[in-house]
């Protein structure tokens, strides 16, 4: 029924263009995801009044499964939102898409979960999450049968700050692995592998399909600072992991291989999303038939054509066939 089954935050993103001093007044890390409480993301609003932005639905595995349904695949999406503004316009562009929500995806109370993205210019993008009521995403919204029916099951690291989410993602992966579903996760951030890496480790459980994550978050996961000691740690969880090395490409490793693709030269203006869309486009190619270190060339493409534009997604479904379209191979 499904190429992939997708389990994440439903976050409708606000991006906004600052300088690096903005961040040093608000005390916030300058490249990561922090998580907010609500009165939190009501301060950086005021804060942040005067600038303009962007909105744009989110959430990492999101943008994932969008990119995966943009390059010719069918896919499902389980998440939670809140029957407010800000959920039923993260919904609105789901559906739109023709990818398959959860039915219990919109609870009547609480506050859809938001991100701030600020971009400094250098295009690097700084997160502050208040998750709001998608922390709150647990196995009951789980569709079993969606699962157990889809060639894989992708899940984000993000769901490890969340007690619910986690062992969500823990029932769906035992139910892949009950089933011949392959499983991918990503790490997606170094904050989650620092603050939780106990849940991401019950999220792994003895081991997935693939694992994606980028230079700074195998290094965190390891705790090296030797590139070549983090990829064979990691090697021992998945037999495919995929190493983000920004402008310089990725690394693509197997059991018997390693292969380092080199990235695409652009111009890089926010790098919102490149993980995202480099795990849809992996995931992608290698449901279509592609090997591992062609699978990773094609997702180094995608990644510079997102980094080169404002937003982690492009902003039709039709974009993402023609970008695959125009791939120089």
């Not at 993103?13 to 998580?35: C, P, R, W, Y």
């Not at 559906?95 to 979960?113: K, L, P």
């Not at 180094?300 to 080169?308: D, E, G, K, R």
Request: net charge negative.
């Amino acid at each position: 029924m499904y190429d992939v089954f997708g389990l994440g935050n439903a976050l409708v993103d606000t991006e906004v263009n600052i300088q690096d001093s903005f961040l040093q007044e608000q005390s916030i890390a300058k490249g990561h995801m922090t998580l907010i409480e609500s009165d939190r993301r009501e301060e950086l609003e005021s804060a942040l009044a005067g600038h303009e932005h962007t909105r744009c639905s989110g959430g990492s595995a999101a943008n994932t499964t969008f990119a995966i349904q943009g390059f010719g695949l069918k896919t499902a999406y389980t998440c939670k939102v809140a029957e407010d503004p800000v959920g039923t316009f993260f919904m609105d562009e789901l559906q739109a898409a023709g990818i398959d929500v959860n039915t219990s995806a919109m609870a009547t109370e609480g506050q859809s979960g938001q991100c701030f993205i600020m971009i400094t210019p250098d295009a690097e993008r700084t997160m502050c999450t208040d998750l709001a009521i998608s922390s709150q995403l647990g196995r009951e919204d789980v569709s079993e049968q969606a699962l157990i029916n889809a060639r894989q099951f992708y899940v984000e690291g993000y769901l490890s700050s969340s007690e619910p989410s986690t062992q969500a993602a823990i029932h769906c992966r035992e139910q892949a692995e009950q089933n011949g579903v392959g499983v991918a996760v990503s790490l997606s951030d170094p904050s989650m592998v620092e603050f939780f890496r106990s849940s991401l480790e019950l999220m792994l459980g003895n081991g997935v399909t693939q694992v994606f994550c980028n230079e700074e978050e195998a290094l965190a996961w390891a705790k090296t600072d030797r590139l070549d000691i983090a990829i064979n740690e990691l090697k021992d969880i998945a037999p495919e992991v995929y190493v983000t090395l920004g402008a310089q490409g990725s690394i693509a490793v197997t059991s018997t291989s390693q292969r380092t693709e080199e990235g695409f030269r652009v111009k890089a203006i926010d790098t919102t999303g490149a993980g995202d869309i480099y795990a849809g486009a992996v995931l992608a190619a290698r449901l279509k038939g592609a090997e591992p270190g062609d699978a990773a060339k094609f997702a180094n493409y995608c990644a510079a054509q997102i980094v080169s534009r404002y937003g982690a997604r492009f902003k039709t479904i039709e974009e993402y066939a023609a970008m695959e379209n125009r791939f120089p191979g």
